[in-house]
């Protein structure tokens, strides 16, 4: 059985036209706008991705004779666009129909009305895309593109003075790190220092650049450099690393009472 859903009256809703087959355990689902069922990636519209998975609720626009909205919710994925009866349409397969619901291999007896299971759907009846899901679909697919990876060191013990020196830690890039971009720093002492700031490099010892245009500065009183007078500067030409690099944190100044304690994050965007 097929449902199919003509124009919508916003990005949301969509129009249910034809007869509902209220035996069909696993239905194919035909919804457009194709719009509707985009992500933006960015600001061209050719590049919108198709989403591949949704929850769609099906509700009718009578109500049951208890009172109750006649709707069930369905999990699909597929997403696949293609051209029903002269239409751009999305296709959808359905994986489970009566979320929530206690027994899901029960379908309804045609023509009864529905069940706790499954509900039957005139014509004219509703849908609605989950909001909910919608938006952790899209949060997940940003974090996978999105791919940031972190490291953090401690340079010095929680209660041990900063002092000026190269190579105050060193690590090495691991392999789920290889080509990807240092894309954010971050510097936290426990026990701030007075008059002066605390400097902090970012040295690629392998390539033997520094990392930092505008180093990572700590000022006086505060213990982040988050709060800095300078912000840290990121070189772009020089901020890519790859599998076993050696990385080191240099310190360049202290204030003249010196901060107790570091720690420095690192995050690597891919």
Do not use: W
């Not at 014509?123 to 490291?151: I, M, P, Q, Y």
């Not at 009183?221 to 988050?226: A, F, N, P, R």
Request: glycine share 8%.
């Amino acid at each position: 059985m097929t449902l199919s859903l003509a124009t919508s009256p916003s990005d949301v809703y969509l129009n249910l036209v034809g007869e509902i087959d209220n035996t069909t355990v696993t239905p194919t689902i035909r919804l457009k706008p194709v719009e509707a069922l985009k992500r933006q990636v960015d600001n061209t519209p050719a590049n919108d991705v198709l989403l591949t998975e949704i929850v769609l609720t099906m509700s009718a626009d009578e109500v049951d004779t208890d009172g109750t909205l006649n709707s069930e919710r369905v999990y699909l994925t597929g997403g696949t666009e293609t051209t029903y009866a002269g239409q751009s349409i999305v296709e959808y397969t359905t994986v489970v129909r009566g979320i929530y619901n206690t027994n899901k291999t029960n379908p309804p007896v045609a023509g009864s009305g529905g069940s706790r299971n499954y509900k039957t759907h005139a014509t004219g009846a509703r849908c609605v895309l989950d909001g909910g899901f919608l938006a952790r679909r899209l949060e997940e697919d940003f974090a996978s593109t999105v791919n940031d990876k972190v490291l953090q060191a401690t340079c010095f013990d929680y209660t041990t003075d900063v002092t000026v020196g190269d190579g105050r830690n060193y690590f090495v890039v691991p392999a789920k790190f290889t080509s990807t971009s240092l894309n954010r720093v971050h510097a936290r002492v426990i026990t701030a220092g007075t008059t002066g700031t605390t400097d902090i490099q970012i040295r690629n010892v392998t390539d033997s650049v520094d990392m930092l245009s505008t180093k990572l500065t700590i000022d006086s009183t505060e213990t982040g450099s988050d709060t800095a007078d300078v912000p840290a500067v990121i070189d772009t030409t020089k901020d890519d690393v790859v599998t076993n690099d050696l990385i080191a944190i240099d310190i360049d100044a202290t204030s003249t009472t010196e901060a107790k304690g570091l720690i420095v994050t690192l995050e690597f965007r891919g």
